[in-house]
């Protein structure tokens, strides 16, 4: 699916962030096909256990914007 999406409009991409594993192909072997199409796109590629870490470090940022919405939602409300 990622692939057929970058062949029907890859002008539209800026970059690409993968995963090594989807169901079907590899990451590697997905960079290998984009990179015949735009040579020299900007790809990061996403390891099992470097995901763990990327999901931990997003979790912890939303928290911290959840709280401020929190907090900015409360001040409003006392018309503070």
Do not use: W, Y
């Not at 290998?32 to 990327?54: A, M």
Request: proline share 4%; glycine share 4%; net charge positive.
């Amino acid at each position: 699916a990622a692939l057929s999406a970058f062949r029907a409009e890859h002008e539209g991409f800026q970059a690409l962030i993968t995963d090594e594993r989807m169901p079907g192909m590899t990451g590697a072997a997905l960079i290998s096909e984009v990179r015949v199409i735009h040579k020299s796109i900007p790809i990061v590629l996403i390891r099992p256990s470097l995901r763990t870490k990327i999901n931990s470090f997003i979790r912890a940022r939303l928290s911290m914007i959840c709280f401020f919405c929190s907090m900015a939602s409360r001040a409003i409300a006392l018309n503070i």
